[in-house]
């Protein structure tokens, strides 16, 4: 099914056009707000938040929208305004893989644990403009196009600034983790 074909049933008050649309996006969401380095429960707060306000605002939203980029835009300004209004406090990043169906073996999730960990934090070390699009490609599966609408900037730019991060982050984690 289609973005507009969902927000066209939501606006009717059909709620299997909403179930239908939180199944296809609520992990990638999930995911994203993981990557952001929400926390459990703060990761699934900060999600059903966006999805709350998609469901408040969907009659505001053109027919076309693209309902996982504003998803995805709403899950990172409420973690910017919940950084703000906790400033001070730190929080890492908790496995993303909750929102999917796997778990690795218990001898294995501690090395799990401190990759994921090395990961977010090479990530945060990348210039916001590009941690931004690594976030948006890996943990939002945006495609470019979508992305460069998101950030504001040429789709040339987008590109070049994902195969930099990319550039980055295996020169840094390929010497801690192998292979990235």
Sequence with gaps: MSDAFW????RRGDERAFEALYTEYKDRVYRYACSLGGVGLVAEDLA?????????NVDRLRPDAAVLAYL???VRNRFIDQRRSFAGRTQSLEAA????????APAEQS??????????????AL??????V????LFGRLDFATIASEVEAPLATVRNRYRRALDTLRQRL???IGDV
């Design 134 to 137: 690594i976030r948006l490609r």
């Design 127 to 132: 210039p916001e403009p590009q941690a931004d």
């Design 72 to 74: 995805l835009r709403s």
């Design 7 to 10: 927000i066209a049933g939501i």
């Design 97 to 104: 893989q909750h929102a999917s169906d796997g778990r690795p």
């Design 111 to 124: 090395w799990e644990r401190e990759r994921e960990t090395l990961v977010q934090e090479a990530v945060s």
């Design 174 to 176: 390929g010497r801690t």
């Design 48 to 56: 059903q938040d966006a999805f709350l306000g998609f469901l408040r």
